[in-house]
């Protein structure tokens, strides 16, 4: 087999002239007796170890339409010498399997000058992925790079059917709750980025788009544990980086898709990419509903009465979303070294919350003294903006080159609550009219980005990448409680006005170096920045400032033993500043027995992230060992603490230091045959020092998870997936939670290259449940959550226009090797 990856390039080539012999050209393009075919373009291909690339294919497109003039594979030494060219403008594109393609600028023949020499062309590393020929090799769907692990979504049914959220789960290195919550490495502090950049939106707008983004729009998933300098240093956790198709090709091509599921979740979404010439366009709009019900059951336990009373709460909520989504990307190429683009996104969603809350107060002997009822209907909506601005120029692609990017988020939310509080006798009758809450509220969210980069090289081989980013944010939210006497409805009793402004200004600078030495891949940088923050408590007139300097340095090296080894050390120091709603103290109080309350006194909080990473591939398995040590300081995280009355506060604090020393094990099976897929197991262990605030938090906390995934390759036209989860129980500060599987099955059928149906079942064994126990000084609460999960969806896709075959790049990030061209293949 891996024979046939070398020469099938090599046969398919072989009928192309000799290099050095004049080329014949092809596309259509028959030479025209008033041209003198006398152009020459010549260069050396060599890898980023400065050694020559053998048999890479040496591709010349006319620049005017993409048509293929003509190509040709370099010699031993990596030398190539295309002969033959008319008089015009050219574009030269240089691959290799396991290296990335490399599009050079532009190149003209001129009668006057008719010979170019472009110089060395060096490739960097990258997968291998051989499609359209014969040859029955698949990528690998876990890749380590040299500062980051990337996931191959293609293969996985899940991603066809489900959505980001579902994808993300079978992700080795993260866990994903029921919430939508995203953990890595035992860190729920995660940057979420869309093709290299912050993603759009924040809190729960962030998790409301994972939870609707269809997985099928996924290109691949990138985890980033210890991200340079380069990038933002918000999120300690690290970057998920989730790179979005655009498959672009010459002409015009897209996707249709359409889902449905037993739960009530439709949705119809389409993807569209064209390219001729200078231009380049990608993009795509969906539409979703989906709706969730689910139960819980808490017992709290007041230990500062006596004798000691009890509060048993049962709630059912239902959800209902409708989410829609809207993005595009132009791409415009002002010469033959520069160009622009213009990326614009939208997602609007409406959502209704509806819940039956029962409380029933016991005594010591948990016998029943009173009952109460209170039912709620919230009603919200909201969107979420991005418009981006950009100029590239690339002197040399990746090695000396500049950009500039303006970038422009906003955020609306509007948000009514009604509530009627009916108290009720034990037996669950009425007693009196209910008394009526209603909350209003809406938060407007801005942000404006500009950003420079330059990247030069340093030497024959080494590059610097420099850059300054400045920052602009700006929240403010409104909130008008209307309190109801029983029976009225027409005039409130009491109205209470609260709301907070937030204003964050942040400057930084960064330099980082990419030095390679031989098989070493050496990457070191720092970041400085300097931030001032104010929140404002609009009811009091309260002002808390926090002005701050901040040094972020970072550190990789990546070392290539060969024969499928690899090892990678790396160190970070990120942060994560606190949310406006951790620091809100005058958040209303909808729920007299259950309060928050923000801190506005709480401090960013720092990580000092170190993890190695061992990389062993024998045949077609995989095995990944990532041992990691994360050191916070003022980490911060949430505080019960239960009144004499039976009142439950959760408020914010910062705890003095955290360390967590952990490991995760991967296997991996590259399906080159009928089966694939992987294994992982995941465990650390947290140690919390914080002896100002409870003793529960200054004591050591480990937890272990395990998830696997398994793909199956029934026939030609069908393959099938399943995917588990399971964590057992473990100890947290303040308490316990329970253990938890999650499971899915997928199949994906394909009909003929132009569509496919995909059928995923989701926890078909209905086994998705948890119990969670919180207690101090004050209290002890037991709760149960029971989520109705198991259904089973429908999707079908068809692809109009010419395959997709590129997976282009985005935002700087590392593009992946994609499948040859059709216009690249044989030369005749």
């Known amino acids: 087999m891996a024979m046939m990856r070398l020469w099938v390039p090599a046969l398919l080539l072989a009928a192309a002239p000799a290099v050095g012999s004049a080329q014949v050209p092809v596309g259509g393009r028959p030479a025209t007796p008033a041209s003198v075919a006398t152009g020459v373009i010549r260069g050396q291909v060599r890898t980023e170890q400065d050694q020559p690339v053998a048999a890479a294919s040496v591709t010349v497109r ?37 290296y990335r393609p490399q599009p050079l600028p532009a190149v003209t023949i001129a009668p006057e000058a008719a010979q170019v020499d472009v110089g060395v062309v060096r490739l960097q590393s990258a997968p291998v992925e051989l499609k359209g020929i014969e040859v029955n090799a698949a990528p690998a769907q876990v890749v380590m790079t040299a500062d980051r692990t990337l996931y191959r979504t293609k293969d996985m049914p899940v991603a066809s059917t489900g959505k980001a959220i579902d994808l993300l789960r079978a992700i080795p290195e993260l866990e994903v709750d029921v919430n939508g919550k995203v953990t890595m490495r ?28 269809p997985g099928n729009a996924i290109e691949r998933v990138e985890v980033v544990p210890n991200p340079s300098a380069k990038y933002d240093p918000e999120g300690m956790g690290g970057i998920l980086n989730i790179v979005l198709k655009s498959n672009v090709d010459l002409g015009l091509s897209g996707t249709l898709t359409g889902s449905a599921s037993s739960r009530g979740q439709t949705g119809v979404s389409s993807r569209l990419a064209y390219q001729k010439g200078r231009l380049t366009f990608f993009g795509g709009a969906g539409v979703n509903y989906y709706n969730m019900s689910r139960a819980n059951h808490d017992l709290r336990e007041n230990l500062l009465t006596q004798p000691l009373t009890y509060l048993d709460l049962t709630t059912a909520t239902s959800l209902g979303y409708t989410f829609a989504m809207g993005d595009g990307t132009l791409e415009y190429k002002l010469g033959k070294k520069t160009t622009g683009w213009i990326s614009l996104n939208g997602y609007p969603v409406t959502y209704d919350n509806n819940a039956t809350l029962g409380y029933l107060w016991l005594d010591s002997l948990q ?15 909201g969107w979420s903006a991005n418009a981006v601005m950009g100029l590239r120029r690339q002197m040399v692609p990746q090695r000396h080159e500049w950009s500039l990017e303006l970038r422009r988020n906003q955020q609306h939310g509007d948000g009514t609550g009604r509530f009627l509080d009916q108290p009720l006798t034990l037996e669950g009758d009425s007693v009196e009219l209910p008394a009526l809450t209603v909350n209003e509220a809406g938060t407007d969210y801005h942000e404006l980005v500009g950003q420079a980069d330059y990247t030069r090289p340093l030497g024959a081989k080494a590059r610097i990448d420099m850059g300054v980013q400045g920052t602009r944010r700006r929240e403010v939210s409104d909130n008008v409680m209307n309190l109801f006497a029983p029976g009225a409805v027409l005039a409130p009793t009491s109205s209470a006005l609260t709301g907070y402004g937030m204003d964050e200004d942040i400057g930084s600078a960064y330099a980082n ?24 408590v609009r009811r009091t007139g309260q002002e808390f400032p926090n002005d701050y300097t901040s040094f972020f340095p970072s550190g990789s090296a990546l070392y290539d033993m060969g024969k499928g080894r690899r090892i990678r050390l790396s160190y970070a120091k990120r942060l994560d500043r606190p949310y406006a709603y951790y620091l809100n103290p005058d958040v209303p109080v909808t729920d007299p027995l259950n309060r928050y309350a923000g801190n506005p006194t709480l401090k960013p909080r720092y990580t000092h992230s170190f993890s190695a990473e061992i990389n062993v591939t024998k045949s077609e398995v995989t095995w990944r060992l990532a041992p990691y040590f994360r050191r916070t300081v003022n980490d911060w995280d949430n505080l019960k603490t239960v009144d004499s009355v039976g009142v439950s506060t959760v408020t914010w604090a910062n705890i003095r230091t955290t360390n967590t020393l952990g490991s995760s094990l991967t296997a991996s099976l590259r399906q080159t ?29 480990v937890y272990v998870s395990a998830n696997a995934n398994t793909s199956v390759k029934v026939n030609k036209s069908l393959d099938a997936q399943v995917m588990a989860m399971f964590s057992p129980p473990r100890a947290l500060p303040q308490g316990r939670i329970s253990s938890m599987f999650y499971s899915n099955l997928g ?24 119990t969670f ?11 149960s959550s029971n989520i ?13 226009g010419k395959p997709p075959q590129s997976a282009r790049k985005t935002g700087g990030q590392e593009e992946q090797q994609p499948q040859q061209p059709q216009q690249d293949r044989p030369i005749r």
């Open 513 to 536: 170096a990419s030095v390679p030495v031989r098989k070493l891949s050496l990457q070191a940088g720092i970041r400085g920045e300097r931030a001032s923050t104010a929140f404002h």
């Open 62 to 98: 006319s620049a005017r339409d993409s048509a293929l003039i003509t190509g040709a594979l370099t010699t031993a030494d990596g030398r190539f010498r295309l002969v033959g060219l008319q008089p015009g403008r050219y574009v030269v594109r240089v691959s290799q399997l396991g």
């Open 773 to 783: 126990t919180t207690s101090d000084r004050t209290h002890v609460q037991s709760s």
């Open 367 to 381: 016998s029943p003294t009173s009952r109460s009822q209170r039912a709620s209907d919230n009603g919200n909506s």
């Open 747 to 770: 199949l994906k059928q394909k009909f003929g290259t132009k569509g496919w149906a995909n059928i995923t079942v989701m926890d078909p064994l209905s086994l998705y449940h948890y």
């Open 788 to 800: 109705r999960m198991r259904s089973i969806s429908l999707s079908m896709t068809y692809s109009f």
């Open 673 to 701: 045959g009928r089966l694939g897929g992987m294994v992982s197991l995941s465990v650390y262990s947290t140690r919390y020092d914080a002896p100002d605030l409870s003793a529960a938090y200054a004591q050591r906390h």
């Open 186 to 213: 035992g860190n729920a502090s995660v940057a979420i980025h869309l093709n290299d950049r912050p993603a759009p939106m924040r809190g729960e707008a962030l998790t409301t788009f994972l939870q609707q983004l």
